[in-house]
């Protein structure tokens, strides 16, 4: 559909999209010097403290976030989620460019090449993503949500997160990524399709045909407010606990696969599909993947081989133990013939 300015809405919810990933992946870096200034001085957020909330920097990332969340939202309002979630690719770029230069983490080749692979998957995925149908009406929303497939998928993500939450979290939310970004991606899933029903409401709202009467549209904003609540507070301790140019590509690829299947369920979008672009689309998956394989290789590159160098590791004297290796300090003991050997 053209607007009066003759740029169509789905130009427009593409365009808002590219922005809303651009202050994403720089909130990221924001909110992760803020988490590291703040455990210095109390409770790291990945060991449960919340001194980050006095931290001006994390607000500063959090105001960041919520600009490219707010563009987020009304993209999903022009625009359908399959073509939307996709783009959260350019996040990635931003973050990893960012957390080279201001955190100096360093993103080796095959890390970028791992980059590289999760954008061309997610190029992939846009080209051959199935039309959404933009619902009418928050009814209409309701009625699709309730249909026993979504609801199959629905009891399915909220017990695999407190499976996640009470039993693996405290077991190994500090050694594998994929549980406080499982937890993310499972409700953030949820949250967009709460937004897309928002965001329905708002738009014929304004059109004149009221919707805050229907208790659907604040049953999707409280299941929003919820789940948007749950994503931040562990995304704070995936940041806090991991590599920032790890954590963005991973959460994205989760996020974004978790979100297209949530999709394709609730508004069946992928039947009357061709087999061909079904199996373009399960080539961009795959492909996504590879890049994520990639980024975790390039990650556990990163540290010397223990042949090489033995490290000692000095705690500051203060309670956060356990802290960032960019925080921490460390002793290399090297052979005498090591070119690093210092007599």
């Given amino acids: 559909m053209e607007s009066i300015s003759g740029v169509s809405d789905n130009t427009k919810g593409l365009i808002l999209a590219a922005v809303s990933s ?19 001085f109390g409770i790291p957020a990945g060991f449960g403290g919340y001194a980050y909330l ?3 920097l994390w607000w500063a990332g959090m105001l960041t976030m919520m600009i490219g969340e707010v563009a987020n939202f009304v993209a999903y309002v022009f625009a359908p989620a ?5 783009l959260g690719a350019l996040s990635i770029i931003v973050s990893a460019v960012l957390a080279h230069f201001m955190l100096k983490e360093q993103l080796q080749k095959l890390g970028v090449l791992g980059c590289v692979s999760c954008i061309v998957g997610s190029v992939v995925i846009i080209i051959h993503a199935p039309q959404e149908h933009s619902p009418s009406s928050v009814e209409e929303i309701w009625n699709l949500a309730t249909q026993p497939a979504f609801l199959v998928y629905s009891g399915a993500t909220l017990s695999i997160v407190l499976a996640l939450v009470l039993h693996f979290e405290p077991r190994y ?10 937890i993310c991606s499972l409700m953030g899933s949820l949250t967009v399709v709460s937004i897309k029903a928002i965001g329905i409401a708002i738009k014929l709202t304004l059109e004149g045909i009221s919707q805050i009467a229907y208790p659907q549209t604040w049953l999707f904003v409280t299941v929003a407010v ?14 806090d606990t991991f590599n920032t140019a790890i954590v963005s590509p991973i959460y994205y690829v989760m996020f974004t696969t978790l979100t297209i299947v949530a999709s394709a369920i609730m508004f069946k979008d992928w039947s009357g599909q061709n087999v061909s672009d079904i199996a373009s689309e399960l080539c961009g998956f795959i492909t996504v993947l ?6 975790h290789t390039a990650r556990e590159q990163e ?6 160098s033995i490290y000692w590791y000095i705690n500051r004297g203060s309670a956060d133990t356990l802290k960032n290796v960019e925080e921490d ?9 090591s070119p690093d050997y210092v007599k």
């Fill in 54 to 56: 006095l931290e001006p």
């Fill in 173 to 182: 939310g500090h050694t594998n990524i994929l549980v406080y970004l499982g």
């Fill in 226 to 239: 919820v789940c948007v609540i749950a994503q931040l507070n562990y995304l704070n301790k995936a940041l």
């Fill in 22 to 40: 651009a202050f994403i992946g720089a909130s990221f870096i924001l909110k992760k010097k803020g988490l590291k200034r703040a455990g210095r």
């Fill in 290 to 295: 590879s890049g994520t394989l990639l980024l």
């Fill in 303 to 308: 540290m010397p081989p223990a042949a090489a």
């Fill in 329 to 337: 300090h460390f002793v290399m003991l090297l052979s005498s013939d």
């Fill in 82 to 86: 399959v073509l939307v979630t996709p």
